[in-house]
């Protein structure tokens, strides 16, 4: 009988009565083949495979990560809360040392989804994994953790509310956002002033194809997955960039997604993107849940798999050494940049507009940043969309020192209640959340 | 009258139902290298005087194919295996006469290789030439598409006494599981059809010719010439005829746990309502993990005669069994001895029995009717808490839609219902210490006979519709037909309960007691580039487990006879 070298949790969420619309990609039909693959291969049935049924995240649980406007339950579904428990569930089976490792089959994603959340983005309302992280911090008192996101889009909500934190690692490998939505994660996008070097972005070009995803991987990530030293890996697994998607330009197969998952060991694997729900997925996922397991995933390939076909251009590895260097170049410079931001800068501030392209709103947002000289700083965000509705939120970090904490509190009795909807406080030294409607 | 007959380890048991309940039950030594002389002597013990056509009908349940599994007295079987992309088929072989071959199919059942038939006609003539006489067929998905296995045993012809193919054990998808249950079925094949041969022989010989049916897996029944296309739904019918036992006194509206305590195990079932949960994929046989429907049931290493012992000053019951009691001349004291010393009504040598606690009651350092005790509650609590683990990870199954998880049903348990050999003693001490209302089956003794006896037959369906490809097929009924685009969900449930109830009837099931259900509806839009392309429906559907409703009125009179009965007073045979 199969055994697994490593015990692997898997929670298979396919929402089988949920979708955005009918004819959506993001619908009920998206793992249905995956399920049948997993049941096929007789998956569950390995010794040191276990399957949970996912818990159901509560309202709490949503508020230590996101200013939902106008509450939680106007922007998200019970799917939603199914998805984030399934998250959740790997996660406690993880720190119950039940699992060594585990994998969240769920749908819908979240890594579009940032910290203010008027709606959905790029088919995501909440992001599942900060949520799972956030109450692995709050539980049992996880610090420093690295996600890999390696999804076809920038995952820019997971950066957005991980951009000020020193403690995230963010590492998003995707399509080059001058070719793909959401159009961000520049590799010169490195994080906040009191952050940078936490947040590493890696633009593929189009057609990269697995020999480029894992020359990235062994010279980009892992050297900075390893000198960050983090507690857990989280892997954000996105399967968009097969060749087969059909949103997406890329190359990679599921021999390659499976070598990269056993390059990178993450601890808890989250199913993001990927709608290539028969050519894929399927094979994808088997791929990663083998990969996990430290099972021999060598005959798991696309029925139609050619690596001569899908071959990536010739100047696509130059061009991921060059970034390569560039991107280290930077990022060993962060400390010395932290320490200048905290020299010269009381505040910083930044303004820019959010498309929720799934609902179609415009946000526009300030942000002000208290450059704390010990912490990672107390952060406000004025949040008004093109609907009208105005909110101020304020955001005390984990680890805030007394001075933050009191500023944050000032900040929220001194905003005019009357010009906002609703005012927001979410302090993450005591969880408490606190609202004020006008 | 229906006669039920249970082949169990260490008994056999029999009766003889007619409308005023039992008629007659007995009692004989099982002889397990001649299984069909106890049969036989059962049968005599309780036709006796019986006019044969007033026998409707007998129903066997044996452990005779699980022995054989168990003791790996198996003949040679050979696997073909089609497994294309995915796990290495390698990790699946079942014995030497094992084959990978060509040829993929994909989860929506389209060809991806072919197979090559010089390959088959290979292996063919090597299997016989080996003198394998018995071969099972599997692919991948091949629930989806049976094209490769068919073609493969058009291959193999008729030079095999019998080839099983994959697709016709079970709708479910799992490629692992559709080989263990192949080869088994392969396996058990002889040794099924030899047996039940010689017993209808028998019947014949004595003048009662009634058919014959088998007790299944699932609780269900089939008849004898149905079994032989599908043996290995035979094996594990030991569980299955306790569950059937209890089910007449099970409340309605209420989940019931059924305890069946023997001598070396405890099996456990669960009862929602008066429908007994089924396994979600099929029973697992010792090292394999089979499609073979059957219930839900945990078989637990403790029973009444399970070996009690002392170690670091701690006690330990079992897991193992020496022998019997020490008052009925085995080497160990087990529970049963503390049931004795108790000063429970039980037979045997209650000098051996106090010998035996009073070792166990020095090292404990107690009284000896303390440690006897001791000893018995502990036996109640080993059970009990295996009982709850049962329930916990029957609740704690996967879901896999928005409503089954905010409506999920849990299993709450309020009443257990006990039967085997000490049924009466535990129930009583159970009933004491747990928040259960405990309750021995009426006739605890027999209550697996006649839960063979009064089970109906049972089968299971799956319909997959696909409007892209325009195929509807239910694969265990090597059903094929073409559908246009316009196909509904309300036609897809309707074709699959009128091919539902023409199995039942063709193994076995009176047509006027069919009591069908969906188990599973599904409905996905196909849509490619944005646009509907089909649609894709699964349903499946069963024939629930249950009582025939021709024995309805007698299972009736039987529970107002028995239910009122106080815990611990079951009736003596």
């Known amino acids: 009988m199969l055994r697994a070298a490593y015990k692997t949790g898997l929670v298979i969420f396919p929402a089988f009565d949920w979708a955005i619309s009918p004819t959506h990609p993001e619908r009920e039909e998206r793992l249905l083949y995956t399920q049948d693959q997993i049941f096929e291969e007789g998956l569950l049935d390995i010794q040191g495979i276990l399957e949970f049924k996912p818990d159901l995240a509560t309202i709490e649980d949503v508020q230590r990560v996101h200013f939902c406007a106008p509450d939680e339950r106007s922007v998200l579904t019970e799917s939603h809360l199914i998805s984030a428990g399934g998250a959740m569930t790997i996660a406690k089976a993880l720190m119950a040392h039940k699992i060594d490792r585990g994998f969240a089959l769920v749908r819908p994603p979240g890594h579009h989804a940032m910290r203010v959340v008027h709606g959905a983005r790029g088919f995501c309302n909440i992001n599942i994994e900060a949520i799972m992280i956030e109450y692995l911090r709050d539980v049992y008192g996880v610090d420093r953790i690295a996600i890999v996101d390696t999804d076809c889009h920038h995952g820019d909500g997971t950066q957005d509310i991980y951009w000020h934190d020193p403690d995230t690692l963010f590492i998003s490998i995707h399509q080059d956002g001058r070719t793909l939505y959401p159009g961000s994660g520049f590799h010169h996008e490195l994080g906040g002033p009191t952050a940078m070097g936490a947040t590493i972005n890696i633009p593929l070009p189009p057609k990269t194809s697995e020999e480029g995803f894992l020359r990235a991987m062994e010279k980009i990530v892992l050297p900075i997955v390893q000198e960050f030293q983090p507690e857990l890996i989280i892997n954000s697994a996105g399967q968009d960039n097969h060749y087969t998607d059909p949103i997406t330009n890329m190359n990679f197969s599921a021999q390659g997604y499976a070598t990269l998952t056993s390059m990178l060991q993450p601890h808890i694997a989250v199913l993001e993107g990927g709608y290539s729900i028969e050519g894929a997925l399927p094979y994808v996922n088997v791929g990663i849940i083998l990969a996990l397991a430290g099972l021999d995933y060598s005959k798991v390939k696309e029925p139609d798999y050619d690596p001569k076909r899908i071959r990536q251009p010739e100047e696509t590895n130059a061009y991921i050494d060059r970034l390569a260097e560039e991107i280290l170049g930077y990022w060993r410079r962060c400390p010395e940049f932290i320490a200048k931001n905290r020299a010269t800068k009381e505040f910083a501030q930044r303004e820019r507009t959010i498309y929720y392209d799934t609902d179609n709103i415009l946000e526009n947002q300030k942000e002000r940043l208290r450059v704390c000289p010990v912490c990672s700083g107390v952060l406000s965000i004025d949040s008004l969309t093109d609907r009208g509705y105005h909110i101020f939120a304020i955001h005390i970090p984990r680890k805030a020192c007394p001075e933050c904490v009191a500023l944050g509190y000032e900040w929220f009795d001194a905003v005019h209640g009357r010009s906002y909807d609703r005012v927001f406080l979410q302090d993450r030294t005591t969880n408490r959340y606190l609202v004020r409607k006008a | ?573």
């Open chain 2, 1 to 573: 009258m229906i006669i039920g007959l249970d082949v169990g380890g260490t008994h056999t048991d029999v009766v003889l139902l007619g409308e005023q309940g039992i008629e007659c039950q007995a009692k004989v030594p099982t002889t397990h290298d001649d299984l069909l002389a106890c049969v036989w002597k059962g049968l005599e013990a309780v036709t006796l005087g019986v006019a044969p056509h007033e026998v409707e009908r007998l129903v066997l349940s044996t452990t005779l194919t699980t022995n054989a599994i168990a003791e790996a007295k198996l003949p040679p079987v050979g696997m073909i295996v089609a497994a294309g992309p995915g796990l290495d088929p390698e990790a699946f072989r079942t014995s030497e006469h094992y084959y990978s071959v060509s040829g993929s199919i994909d989860h929506r059942g389209r060809e991806i290789q072919p197979i090559e038939p010089v390959e088959i006609e290979a292996i063919a003539s090597k299997l016989r030439k080996e003198g394998v006489r018995h071969v099972g067929v599997v692919g991948k998905f091949s629930v989806r598409n049976p094209k490769h296995e068919t073609q493969i045993q058009q291959i193999l012809g008729d030079h095999f006494d019998y080839v099983v193919l994959g697709h016709r054990l079970s709708g479910h998808l799992n490629f692992p599981r559709r080989i263990a249950t192949a080869y088994l079925n392969a396996a058990v094949y002889s040794i099924h059809k030899k047996f039940f041969d010689a017993v209808r022989r028998s019947l014949k010989r004595n003048g009662l010719a009634i058919p014959i049916h088998i007790l299944k897996a699932d609780g269900g029944t089939m008849s004898f010439d149905a079994s032989l296309d599908l043996p290995g739904q035979t094996i594990l019918s030991g569980p299955a005829a306790s569950v059937m036992g209890s089910l007449p006194y099970a409340t309605e509206n209420l989940d019931t746990l059924v305890l069946d305590i023997g001598g070396t195990t405890t099996d456990m079932a669960i009862l929602v309502g008066t429908v007994p949960l089924l396994a979600a994929q099929g029973a697992e046989v010792g090292q394999f993990r089979t499609l073979i429907r059957a219930l839900r049931s945990h078989s637990l290493a403790l029973g009444g005669d399970t070996a009690v012992r002392v170690k670091d000053g701690r006690l330990q019951l079992g897991p193992d069994r020496e022998g019997p009691a020490m008052a009925f001349g085995g080497p160990t004291p087990t529970p049963t001895d503390a049931i004795i010393v108790l000063g429970e009504d039980l037979k045997g040598n209650r000098a051996a029995s106090e010998r035996g606690m009073a070792q166990v009651a020095q090292a404990l350092g107690l009284p000896l009717r303390e440690a006897a005790q001791w000893v018995f509650d502990e036996a109640c609590r080993g059970i009990l808490r295996a009982a709850e683990d049962m329930v916990q990870a029957i609740n704690a199954k996967p879901v896999y839609t928005v409503r089954q998880l905010l409506e999920g049903y849990q299993v709450q348990p309020k009443e257990i219902l006990v039967l085997g050999g000490p049924a009466p003693y535990f129930a009583k001490r159970m009933q004491e210490i747990s928040p259960y209302s405990v309750r021995v089956v009426p006739s605890w003794d027999v209550a697996n006979a006649v839960g063979a006896a009064l089970a109906r037959t049972t089968c299971e369906l799956t319909l997959f519709v696909d409007t892209e490809r325009g195929i509807a097929t239910a694969p265990e009924e090597a059903f094929h037909q073409p559908v246009k685009r316009d196909f509904t969900m309300e036609k897809a449930v309707s074709l699959a309960l009128e091919l539902l109830t023409e199995k039942a009837v063709r193994e076995g099931a009176s047509r006027d007691d069919l009591e069908t259900e969906v188990l599973e509806k599904l409905q996905f839009n196909m849509v490619r580039g944005f646009y509907t392309t089909g649609k894709y429906y699964r349903v499946r559907v069963q024939v629930k487990p249950g009582l025939i409703s021709h024995y309805q009125s007698v299972v009736q009179k039987m529970q107002i006879t028995y239910a009122s009965a106080p815990c611990g007073s079951a009736r003596s045979s």
